[in-house]
């Protein structure tokens, strides 16, 4: 078990539906990471958020949106959802939110279905 | 753009030893790690390296050389539950962001 917990497991939704993920980061960690796995990519990096304040943009879509509300907890906003978007999306979590030389703690991950 | 290079799908006898390549691009270069990820599960954390040379921890070792911009993790006496896919990612200077590649899924046979 990381500590971090993500919520729900599974979702299941229709195109040009809206979901939120939810995310609590281990417990002291202030950074939280976003990423989203296709069967045919790897890890693609979303966002990361650090003590409530936008850290770092990757390849998230506009119609994508983050935010990490003072407890630390963060949700992840999907819109207008098309068939592409189904995919395992995971968030991480760290200590001081440098990602580039201190180990990530992931959740287990929401596995969303667009239909 | 980062890339970062390893095999797509790899397999190897329980008990034998496995070595996983990684290249990546060495402008910026900032930290190498290893992740193991079983299938539909969340990554974990297995190796973590900066400087030249080999880091080993148990049955995993990984290796890095920053000039050839290469890193490998090696896993010896390999068991069943070792069947899973192994995330190479590199840390960048220049954007500040851990980058991952898309992972060699390794299959343990008896």
């Known amino acids: 078990d990381s500590g971090v917990t993500q919520t729900p497991k599974h979702l299941i939704t229709a195109t040009g539906q809206r979901v939120t993920l939810r995310c609590s980061p281990r417990s002291g960690d202030l950074s939280v990471y976003w990423y989203q796995q296709s069967l045919d990519q790897g890890l693609q990096f979303l966002i990361q958020y650090y003590n409530g304040e936008e850290r770092a943009k990757g390849n998230i879509l506009e119609r994508f949106s983050a935010q990490q509300f003072p407890d630390l907890h963060s949700e992840l906003n999907l819109s207008s959802l098309e068939l592409g978007d189904s995919a395992l999306y995971f968030c991480?979590?760290?200590?001081?939110?440098?990602?580039?030389?201190?180990?990530?703690?992931f959740g287990s991950g929401t596995q969303l279905s667009v239909l | 753009g980062q890339n970062i290079d390893q095999p797509t799908e790899m397999t190897a006898t329980e008990g034998a030893i496995v070595q996983i390549n990684c290249t990546y691009q060495?402008?910026?270069?900032?930290?190498l790690f290893w992740y193991q990820q079983h299938a539909g599960e969340a990554p974990t954390f297995l190796s973590y390296n900066v400087l030249d040379g080999l880091e080993e921890k148990g049955r995993f070792s990984s290796f890095l050389s920053r000039s050839k911009g290469y890193s490998y993790l090696l896993l010896k006496e390999l068991q069943m539950k070792d069947s899973a896919s192994y995330l190479c990612?590199?840390?960048?200077?220049?954007?500040?962001?851990?980058?991952f590649g898309t992972g060699t899924r390794l299959q343990v046979f008896p």
């Open positions: 060495t402008s910026g270069f900032n930290g």
């Open positions: 990612a590199q840390g960048s200077e220049n954007t500040d962001k851990l980058i």
């Open positions: 991480a979590s760290s200590a001081n939110g440098q990602a580039t030389n201190e180990k990530l703690f």
